[in-house]
């Protein structure tokens, strides 16, 4: 299940304020894009004057923060005030999606597969079953790559620079496991979190985030905590 929170809001403004309306809400708009976990926000209008936004948040997190936030709380205050004649707010939690690009149809729940394949391989050192999930010009970073090959800058790209830096840490590694604890899925990606055990070292909290078009991995990210 995905983290993402889906706000629908449905307002009716009063008679003769639209013009100061306007650009209040284009500069909280503008202020909300600069928010972490922000992810996208689309405005609708009806006819009879019902107007619907809906904004997309990565996570309950930078939903909580913009909820906070005092240029924001102050907005709601000056709407209640001067601006709205009703309102309706919804915070959704979004348990399922699924995608169509006009060739390929994804849905979260399969990218939770792609990511326990993963997981799989990486435990059983099946490189070519690890490498199938990719594109061929798919791209990996992470900060150990970057401390190793510093000329990478921490980039990989395409299925044989992956495959010989895997295949040299399973070499130099060979008690390296990964303990998966959550697995987090929408349509575009999905968040893995693990536990990196290797013996003589002290566990080490990891997130990577596999980004997927057409059932493929196109990129990888790893993040330590």
Do not use: N
């Not at 500069?27 to 600069?34: E, F, G, H, N, P």
């Not at 004649?85 to 006009?102: H, K, M, N, W």
């Not at 003589?200 to 790893?222: F, N, Q, T, W, Y």
């Amino acid at each position: 299940m995905t983290d993402r929170r889906l706000i629908v809001f449905r307002s009716r403004l009063r008679d003769g304020v639209a013009d100061v309306y306007g650009p209040h809400a284009e500069r909280m708009y503008q202020r909300a894009v600069d928010m972490p976990g922000f992810v996208a926000a689309k405005d609708f209008s009806a006819e009879d004057g019902e107007r619907v936004a809906l904004i997309e948040w990565d996570g309950v997190e930078g939903l909580a923060a913009w909820r906070d936030l005092p240029e924001h709380r102050a907005a709601q205050d000056q709407g209640r005030a001067s601006y709205y004649a009703s309102y309706r707010l919804d915070v959704c939690e979004i348990t399922r999606t699924s995608s169509f690009d006009g060739l390929h149809h994804t849905r979260g729940e399969d990218l939770r597969t792609i990511a326990t394949r993963w997981l799989d391989c990486f435990e059983r050192r099946d490189l070519d079953g690890l490498l199938a999930l990719y594109a061929d010009d798919a791209t990996h970073t992470s900060p150990k790559i970057r401390v190793r090959h510093p000329e990478t800058g921490g980039l990989l790209r395409g299925k044989a620079a992956m495959r010989a830096w895997w295949q040299d840490s399973f070499d130099r590694l060979p008690s390296m496991k990964y303990v998966p604890t959550a697995l987090t899925a929408d349509s575009r990606r999905v968040f893995m979190e693990y536990v990196r055990k290797v013996d003589g070292d002290a566990d080490m909290p990891v997130a990577e985030v596999l980004e997927c078009e057409g059932g493929k991995i196109v990129a990888s990210r790893v993040f330590h905590g």
